[in-house]
């Protein structure tokens, strides 16, 4: 064969290759549309069966209310500006909540991995105070850092930082010990073995974990807020089902479904980012 045979061969190939790459990127588009019209249909029936159902009175509205009327609710508040400092306030508390609960989790679980020895001692405490209630830890938080701030965003550590430590250090302890064994083969030391070996490989249980907290930062702050707070929108929450003002409740809950959802997927991103960069 020629080279001008030859070149030409390779050139066909390539194109096969990039035909049937282009084809499976445009699958892959076409199923996460279908994906995502479908979650679409899916709320809108719900929504529309909803507001039909409070139409109609086949559900009490006094208790349930109905979309237009939340919505209604929702567009009042916000024109009014009596929403925005609620939500400002949740919004941080939940961020800060957030970030370092992670944080804090991942350090622990860190030294936890490094210390044998505290890794045995604490293991059953971490597990109990996984277990216990922290709606029951609530008055003690308010006790010992008063009714304000501070303590709705230690109401949120209790829950997020334990989460991420069990994650990931149970990661840690997951990873595939013939890649700790070539490491301690060559003399690498313990540091050595979990810069090369074990935070590389826990990398993507770390980045998921955020995904979590999401969820837990604002479970943490909304029990909090129930507690304690005299503005958010879990104090919004409490004072709507105080005053029989139930459209006021699920227009609160709307918006932290709403919010909650923009911060997943702002996470969504970022762990996309990160993993691609790795």
Do not use: C
């Not at 009596?82 to 400002?88: N, Y």
């Amino acid at each position: 064969m020629s080279l001008t045979q030859t070149l030409k061969v390779k050139h066909e190939e390539q194109d096969w290759i990039k035909q049937q790459w282009l084809g499976h990127r445009r699958l892959k588009t076409k199923r996460k549309r279908l994906v995502l019209a479908t979650q679409l249909s899916i709320l809108l029936v719900l929504i529309g069966l909803w507001e039909l159902a409070g139409r109609l009175k086949w559900i009490d509205v006094l208790i349930f209310s109905y979309p237009s009327k939340v919505a209604k609710q929702i567009v009042k508040d916000a024109l009014s500006g009596e929403l925005w400092p609620h939500l400002g306030i949740t919004v941080a508390e939940t961020a800060v909540g957030f970030l370092l609960g992670t944080l804090i989790g991942t350090a622990l679980a860190v030294v936890i991995w490094w210390s044998p020895f505290l890794s045995r001692v604490l293991d059953p405490y971490m597990v109990v105070f996984n277990s216990m209630p922290k709606v029951a830890l609530g008055p003690i938080f308010i006790v010992m850092f008063g009714a304000g701030y501070t303590a709705i965003v230690i109401t949120t550590l209790s829950i997020t930082v334990i989460v991420t430590t069990l994650v990931v250090y149970n990661s840690f302890n997951e990873v595939d010990q013939n890649l700790i064994k070539v490491i301690r083969t060559f003399g690498g030391s313990r540091r050595e073995v979990f810069t090369k070996a074990i935070l590389p490989a826990s990398f993507p249980t770390i980045v998921s974990t955020l995904k979590v907290n999401v969820g837990m930062a604002w479970v943490g702050v909304i029990v909090g807020e129930f507690l304690v707070a005299k503005i958010g929108l879990g104090y919004l929450i409490v004072y709507g089902f105080q005053v029989f003002n139930f459209t006021l409740v699920l227009s609160s809950l709307v918006i932290i479904a709403i919010v909650a959802t923009a911060m997943y997927q702002l996470v969504v991103y970022i762990e996309r980012k990160l993993v691609r960069e790795r």
